[in-house]
């Protein structure tokens, strides 16, 4: 079975290179709104049997270009959210500093990140353990840090793949495995 994971395209949101906490803020809001850059995506002839997709724009546009079939949208799938790690009024920080503090602040459980590290992971199982097994060749086009993340629940249940670092827009990443339910033991008749 194989599992490719997408990540959507580039978004047309560009940013001040200095920004307070509600500037970053403010920016993170027109990003979820903002366009995407398309490009074309290399699938190495790959037809999927199915396909499933975050509930936001930039991803269903992005599987729109790499999937004819119908799409499964999830909740499930979304971004992890990235929220300012302290409180400025008035200091600018650079946004790269407001992007990778962010990310450590949810890595360290900092109460400042809607979502913890706990609760990505039990979102990546939840969406895992409701798929539809029975499809042979599955296609997830979703975001950056969700598929980083992604990728680990996905060799913690067998599968092998490149281990990303740095996940790329609009990139294939495929994952090779056993396909879980045909692991399962069917049920005794009495």
Same mark, same amino acid.
């Given at each position: 079975m194989r599992i490719g994971l997408?990540?959507?395209? +580039?978004v047309n949101c560009p940013h001040n290179k200095m920004m307070t906490s509600e500037e970053f803020r403010q920016w993170s809001m027109l990003y979820e709104k903002a366009k995407v850059i398309k490009n074309k995506v290399e699938m190495y002839g790959s037809k999927w049997d199915i396909c499933y997709v975050s509930d936001l724009p930039r991803a269903i546009t992005t599987a729109k270009e790499v999937y004819s079939g119908h799409l499964h949208i999830d +909740?499930? $799938?979304r971004e992890v959210d990235n929220a300012p790690f302290i409180h400025t009024e008035r200091i600018k920080l650079p946004f790269e500093i407001w992007h990778v503090c962010g990310r450590l602040a949810w890595y360290f459980k900092s109460k400042s990140q809607p979502e913890t590290r706990e609760g990505t992971r039990k979102r990546i199982n939840a969406f895992l353990d409701k798929i539809d097994?029975?499809?042979?060749? /599955? $296609? /997830?086009v979703f975001h950056g840090f969700m598929l980083y993340n992604f990728q680990k629940e996905l060799k913690k249940r067998g599968f092998t793949g490149e281990k990303i670092r740095r996940v790329k827009n609009g990139v294939l990443y495929q994952y090779i495995g056993e396909n879980p339910m045909s692991n399962a033991v069917p049920e005794m008749e009495e």
């Amino acid at each position: 079975m194989r599992i490719g994971l997408v990540r959507h395209f +580039k978004v047309n949101c560009p940013h001040n290179k200095m920004m307070t906490s509600e500037e970053f803020r403010q920016w993170s809001m027109l990003y979820e709104k903002a366009k995407v850059i398309k490009n074309k995506v290399e699938m190495y002839g790959s037809k999927w049997d199915i396909c499933y997709v975050s509930d936001l724009p930039r991803a269903i546009t992005t599987a729109k270009e790499v999937y004819s079939g119908h799409l499964h949208i999830d +909740k499930l $799938l979304r971004e992890v959210d990235n929220a300012p790690f302290i409180h400025t009024e008035r200091i600018k920080l650079p946004f790269e500093i407001w992007h990778v503090c962010g990310r450590l602040a949810w890595y360290f459980k900092s109460k400042s990140q809607p979502e913890t590290r706990e609760g990505t992971r039990k979102r990546i199982n939840a969406f895992l353990d409701k798929i539809d097994w029975n499809q042979e060749n /599955i $296609l /997830i086009v979703f975001h950056g840090f969700m598929l980083y993340n992604f990728q680990k629940e996905l060799k913690k249940r067998g599968f092998t793949g490149e281990k990303i670092r740095r996940v790329k827009n609009g990139v294939l990443y495929q994952y090779i495995g056993e396909n879980p339910m045909s692991n399962a033991v069917p049920e005794m008749e009495e």
